[in-house]
């Protein structure tokens, strides 16, 4: 018999002691972090200073590893399938767990009845920026591409995901047509920005700041209420396309698991979470990269964060149609 199977027939005939004793030895041998996009993007970046605050409350190595494709379900679904013993967690993003069962014809998980979640950490206000030959403001670069119809690309983590969403959300409001093209993370589509092949791509405000300061890049607006104090230099949406109303969107991240891991390693797992993210280090360097961290501790608030997430983006889903299709 599996462990697995072994600790879910006690917990159903009420031997809730196994359970107890089995997660005193948690975690036994080094724990995987899958990250469903690849190196060097924002969602990867958050993953590693986690992974290594989780670790040292662990008293275990946690190991990232990135899992890239269909726009996060790849990953997602190797976590989905694997062991629910704690050993595999899944370092999700709005894109695979608000936005993945909205888009989807025929979605391959449920983001709420397959995973169990740990909680969600926090994240980084969206951003857009342009190549340096182009306009800089967002006013300008739709001016741009009503100019050169068919002639103006914008690069994405993947389609379908929360950046994605947001960019198409943003060309409806100001009517401009510029051509989608996916990348598998934001890496990829940062490289095409920088080596000319697409004029605009979207990402995370601390993700691309350093390549705006270096003049390889230059950011046009940050997708939130107000400027950042790391970038004041750096407009806001509506202020840099003239719109009327604030323009928010914000990637979040989320920790979860197998769905029915046992409630003694789900409670292990959200407590040296909320100590590890307390940790002044790790808030340091997310404030350095543009990130921040706003927590939702355990199964039931994690949840209930998600499923908001996903009720607010539904009708914008809904009216883009089939620009999401992927």
């Given at each position: 018999?599996?462990?697995?199977?072994?600790?879910?027939?006690?917990?159903?005939?009420?031997?809730?002691?196994?359970?107890?004793?089995?997660?005193?030895?948690?975690?036994?041998?080094?724990?995987?972090?899958?990250?469903?996009?690849?190196?060097?993007?924002?969602?990867?970046?958050?993953?590693?200073?986690?992974?290594?605050?989780?670790?040292?409350?662990?008293?275990?190595?946690?190991?990232?590893?990135?899992?890239a494709g269909a726009s996060g379900a790849i990953g997602s679904l190797e976590v989905m399938n694997s062991?629910?013993?704690?050993?595999?967690?899944?370092?999700?993003?709005?894109?695979?767990?608000?936005?993945?069962?909205?888009?989807?014809?025929?979605?391959?998980?449920?983001?709420?009845?397959?995973?169990?979640?740990?909680?969600?950490?926090?994240?980084?206000?969206?951003?857009?920026?342009?190549?340096?030959?182009?306009?800089?403001?967002?006013?300008?670069?739709?001016?741009?591409?009503?100019?050169?119809?068919?002639?103006?690309n914008y690069g994405s983590p993947g389609t379908g995901t929360l950046l994605h969403v947001a960019t198409e959300r943003l060309l409806q409001q100001t009517g401009a047509v510029i051509t989608h093209v996916p990348y598998k993370g934001s890496g990829p589509a940062m490289q095409d920005l920088m080596g000319g092949n697409i004029q605009m791509a979207v990402g995370?405000?601390?993700?691309?700041?350093?390549?705006?300061?270096?003049?390889?890049?230059?950011?046009?607006?940050?997708?939130?209420?107000?400027?950042?104090?790391?970038?004041?230099?750096?407009?806001?949406?509506?202020?840099?396309?003239?719109?009327?109303?604030?323009?928010?969107?914000?990637?979040?991240?989320?920790v979860a698991l197998p769905r029915k891991t046992p409630d003694a390693v789900r409670k292990t797992l959200a407590e040296a979470t909320r100590k590890a993210m307390a940790d002044a280090a790790l808030n340091n360097s997310l404030a350095e990269q543009g990130m921040f961290a706003d927590l939702h501790i355990g199964d039931v608030a994690a949840t209930a964060f998600v499923k908001a997430e996903a009720a607010k983006w539904k009708p914008i889903v809904a009216q883009l149609g089939k620009q999401l299709v992927r």
């Open positions: 018999m599996q462990r697995r199977d072994f600790i879910q027939i006690c917990g159903a005939a009420g031997l809730t002691g196994a359970v107890p004793a089995w997660a005193q030895s948690y975690p036994s041998r080094p724990v995987r972090l899958v990250v469903p996009f690849p190196p060097g993007g924002p969602t990867d970046n958050f993953a590693r200073l986690y992974a290594e605050a989780l670790g040292k409350q662990l008293g275990q190595t946690v190991v990232v590893d990135n899992k062991t629910a013993d704690g050993l595999t967690l899944l370092f999700g993003t709005a894109s695979t767990h608000a936005l993945y069962n909205l888009i989807e014809d025929k979605p391959r998980y449920d983001a709420s009845a397959d995973f169990d979640y740990v909680a969600v950490l926090g994240g980084a206000p969206v951003a857009f920026a342009v190549s340096p030959s182009m306009p800089d403001t967002i006013k300008g670069l739709v001016a741009a591409a009503k100019q050169n119809p068919g002639k103006l995370t405000l601390g993700g691309m700041l350093p390549l705006h300061k270096s003049g390889r890049m230059r950011l046009v607006g940050v997708a939130s209420a107000k400027r950042y104090a790391i970038a004041p230099d750096i407009a806001t949406v509506a202020e840099s396309a003239g719109l009327a109303e604030p323009f928010e969107a914000m990637l979040w991240h989320v």
